[in-house]
């Protein structure tokens, strides 16, 4: 039941992929199905980040804004931390 449950939220159009994913690490966390691997990103995707990251070190905080609105219409979000640039789905 709780695999039919989460295939469903899987298919529901009105959650973003941001619930969705989160709601399936939870599920994933109890269930034990190996989810929680880390995503494959795109190297175009990879590429804006390194760019970006680049800018910031520069200060060239205009370009990467620019560069973080590409990542984001690419179906990605960047989050700073102290250990980098960490990418997730949006």
């Known amino acids: ?11 529901d159009g009105t959650l973003s992929k941001a619930d969705k ?6 599920f994933d966390r109890v269930l034990g199905l ?4 880390a995503i494959e990103v795109p190297t ?7 760019r970006r990251e680049a800018a910031r070190r520069s200060k060239d905080w205009a370009t990467a804004d620019t560069i973080r609105q590409q990542i984001e219409e ?10 980098g640039p960490k ?3 949006k």
Do not use: C, P, R, S
């Open 1 to 11: 039941q709780a695999l039919a449950l989460l295939w469903n939220l899987l298919k």
């Open 21 to 26: 994913y989160a709601t399936a690490l939870d």
């Open 34 to 37: 190996g989810l929680g691997h």
């Open 44 to 50: 175009a995707v990879q590429e804006l980040v390194e």
């Open 74 to 83: 690419a179906g990605y979000a960047v989050k700073d931390t102290d250990q």
């Open 87 to 89: 990418i997730k789905l």
